[in-house]
């Protein structure tokens, strides 16, 4: 019976002769959402490898992808005018954390004894631990040779700038190998680095250099990422494509 005492008629399946009847308040039914829109970021590879699994569950005539070379990038957008469930899938190409903490093809200036420091405790990424030696000693002992020999020229023949000059330029290695993934996620490769020195009055600073690094670098913007457009062409064919 209800509360107003007026009978309730319950039909139960064959083979139930149980019903269980509660009071209360029912719970509360969570609220309606928007769609969750998607967003992924990962290698260059990335948009390529959503496509590859996803192609068949998007309209490639609302999408597009951005590619660019300068930033080494390929960025997919899908479902473009429905701005609840638009998708984003990011793929980038970056220079490796190892690569850039040695300052290679940037700005970065190094103290002589700085540099050899900092070589010494990363001397895994040298081919050899016997040119490691040699260029780190070569970068630690620099400043003394340098006074030593200033101090000497300038007692003989006063000629200051001319002995600093020759000392940076004889004891300052011109080039050392190194093996190491230039880009992220990338195979360790063999490089060849070149020191620079820069000369301030009586300061020695020193930049490294690779064209070998550069190179690398310049094949992924031409090459690598041409290629990467002809395998998306293929699984997404309908898909427009920008070069920004």
């Known amino acids: 019976m209800t509360q107003d005492n007026q009978p309730i008629v319950v039909n139960l399946p064959e083979g139930q002769n149980t019903l269980t009847l509660m009071q209360g308040t029912a719970p509360k039914q969570l609220d309606e959402l928007a769609p969750v829109k998607f967003e992924a970021a990962g290698t260059i590879e990335a948009p390529l490898r959503f496509l590859e699994q996803r192609v068949g569950d998007i309209d490639q005539h609302k ?11 390929i960025h997919l957008v899908y479902n473009e005018d429905d701005a609840y469930t638009i998708g984003n899938v990011y793929g980038t190409l970056k220079l490796s954390k190892v690569f850039q903490s040695f300052g290679i093809n940037t700005d970065k200036q190094w ?36 006074n030593q020999t200033v101090q000497r020229e300038t007692k003989e023949n ?56 550069n190179d690398i ?12 457009i002809e395998k998306l062409r293929e699984v997404a064919p309908e898909i427009v494509i920008i070069e920004q």
């Open 63 to 73: 999408a597009h992808i951005f590619v660019n070379r300068d930033n080494l990038s």
């Open 111 to 146: 103290e002589p004894e700085q540099l050899g420091q900092f070589l010494k405790l990363n001397r895994t990424y040298f081919v050899s631990r016997e040119e490691n030696m040699k260029v780190v000693n070569a970068l630690k002992t620099f400043d003394a040779k340098v």
């Open 158 to 213: 006063g000629n200051k700038a001319f002995s600093f000059r020759q000392a940076v330029d004889s004891n300052i290695p011109e080039s050392f190998k190194l093996c190491l993934p230039v880009l992220s996620g990338g195979q360790s490769v063999e490089i060849d680095v070149e020191t620079y020195a820069t000369i301030d009055g009586a300061h020695v600073s020193i930049s490294l250099q690779s064209p070998g690094a």
């Open 217 to 228: 670098v310049e094949d992924i913007r031409n090459n690598y990422i041409s290629n990467m």
